[in-house]
């Protein structure tokens, strides 16, 4: 196995919704012999670049390796959490893996991520004493409730 011949693989997230986490996970295997240290991670497509996901208020990385067998072959793993979706996560997204020897380059598919708006605010009532459930229908759609 040559450097470049790395290979990258994940599990496609589903799509996400406003306000929620979504995990993005990707599996590099290499030879350290021939490739030395790899830099793995997640980056998001804009026009002309794919920056790193690194920013600690929005996104959580995990990375973890694993020697195989013979110790020179290595699989990293790299987990990326988005800690709440906006609409601005929108977009596709990439997990790379670049060789510290020689900078060879190894790249997963395409990820087009899609953010769900939330659902609305639903909340149901429960009464047990008749008086309760009367009393709290007239608050609630009295005049003065409704125009808040």
Request: hydrophobic fraction near 40%; charged fraction near 15%; charge should be neutral.
């Amino acid at each position: 196995m040559t450097c470049l011949q790395k290979q990258i693989s994940y599990m496609t997230p589903m799509v996400g919704t406003e306000g929620m986490p979504l995990r993005l996970t990707c599996k590099a295997e290499y030879d350290m012999k021939q490739c030395g240290r790899i830099d793995a991670f997640w980056c998001h497509h804009t026009l002309k670049e794919c920056p790193k996901l690194i920013d600690p208020g929005k996104y959580l990385t995990i990375v973890n390796e694993m020697f195989m067998e013979d110790h020179s072959v290595r699989h990293r793993r790299v987990v990326t959490d988005f800690i709440q979706l906006t609409p601005a996560d929108r977009g596709v997204y990439q997990c790379h893996a670049v060789c510290e020897m020689g900078g060879h380059t190894a790249m997963g598919h395409y990820i087009n991520i899609t953010v769900k708006g939330t659902c609305p605010l639903h909340f149901s009532v429960h009464c047990y004493y008749w008086h309760a459930c009367l009393f709290l229908f007239f608050f609630l759609f009295s005049p003065l409730f409704l125009s808040w």
